[in-house]
């Protein structure tokens, strides 16, 4: 399973590897965590619920739309291979 974690932001990262390693069933055989940059769209700092929310989306989606735009990285031929696109966003209540 590769899960690809749409954000430069270390504490972010580690809270996501985390989570993920805690989790994994037994039949998972490897977690490959991959990281990219992708914007949020919302700004530095959310304002509110609604705000984070579409800023986690929108990293998710605009990671998805990098990788499609690379084949090379994106097809694998391990036919096995799954995709999980994980995104925190923190916001101001």
């Keep these: 399973v590769r899960v690809i974690i749409p954000t430069e932001n270390a504490a972010k990262k580690k809270i996501l590897m985390t989570a993920f390693e805690r989790r994994k069933p037994d ?3 490897e977690l490959e965590f991959h990281t990219l940059s992708a914007d949020s769209g919302v700004g530095e ?14 990293r998710i989606f605009n990671a998805y739309n990098q ?8 097809d694998s031929p391990d036919k096995d291979v799954a995709y999980i696109f994980a995104s925190i966003e923190n916001f101001i209540q």
């Design 45 to 58: 700092q959310p304002y509110n619920l609604e705000a984070g929310m579409q800023g986690a989306y929108n």
């Design 27 to 29: 039949y998972v055989v």
């Design 67 to 74: 990788l499609a735009a690379k084949p090379v990285y994106y």
